[in-house]
T-cell receptor
Framework: EAQVTQNPRYLITVTGKKLTVTCSQN?????MSWYRQDPGLGLRQIYY???????DKGDVPEGYKVSRKEKRNFPLILESPSPNQTSLYFC????????????FGSGTQLSVL | DAKTTQPPSMDCAEGRAANLPCNHS???????VYWYRQIHSQGPQYIIH???NNETNEMASLIITEDRKSSTLILPHATLRDTAVYYC???????????FGGGTRLMVKP
């Protein structure tokens, strides 16, 4: 089944403790992206990647890192999480052609205490 | 990117057609109109997209006006499971810098 898989689904951590949220897709998509969703602010893009070893900042990249060493994986790294990074996170992927559609993961609810 | 305007909320009776409008008056000639929906806190789900012509798939129909400045998503026979937030986005492709705004919260009622 074609899908985007995020782990974990829920994560509670403390300020400053490094964490990684994994994202993997099995559709051979070139494009992958991370979003955060906060009440009243919609989905905002954090980082995106057009292909392996190619990443770029989205709207709200501060406090986050990403890497794209393999086509299928696009982990989101919080080196020193802070409470303002408490949010619902989504990973997405797509082909890069005109008119292609995004496929989203199920989300990761992160709470930073 | 072209900005879209959607009503914040709508109600629909179960079994009736739900018609969700979207205004995108600044759309460019090569931008597609995409519709996604998000049920509770799940990942957004693709519904349909189109460029100029009306489109239909197993989930919905998309009607785009001739001047392309507005569109309507039609769910022909709404069910309770269609209760969700529906997002209208215009983009050349599905990729980078895609931001979802407030969307329309559709409530399907028995």
């Amino acid at each position: 089944e074609a899908q985007v898989t995020q782990n974990p689904r829920y994560l509670i951590t403390v300020t400053g403790k490094k964490l990684t949220v994994t994202c993997s897709q099995n559709m051979n998509h070139e494009y992958m992206s991370w979003y955060r969703q906060d009440p009243g602010l919609g989905l905002r893009q954090i980082y995106y990647s057009m292909n392996v070893e190619v990443t770029d900042k989205g709207d709200v990249p501060e406090g986050y890192k990403v890497s794209r060493k393999e086509k299928r994986n696009f982990p989101l790294i919080l080196e020193s999480p802070s409470p303002n990074q408490t949010s619902l996170y989504f990973c997405a992927s797509s082909q890069t052609g005109v008119g292609e559609k995004l496929f989203f993961g199920s989300g990761t609810q992160l709470s930073v205490l | 990117d072209a900005k879209t305007t959607q009503p914040p909320s709508m109600d629909c009776a179960e079994g009736r057609a739900a018609n969700l409008p979207c205004n995108h008056s600044t759309i460019s000639g090569n931008e597609y109109v995409y519709w996604y929906r998000q049920i509770h806190s799940q990942g957004p789900q693709y519904i349909i997209h189109g460029l100029k012509n009306n489109e239909t798939n197993e989930m919905a129909s998309l009607i785009i006006t001739e001047d392309r400045k507005s569109s309507t998503l039609i769910l022909p026979h709404a069910t309770l499971r269609d209760t969700a937030v529906y997002y209208c986005i215009v983009r050349v492709n599905a990729g980078n810098m895609l931001t979802f705004g407030g969307g329309t919260r559709l409530m399907v009622k028995p």
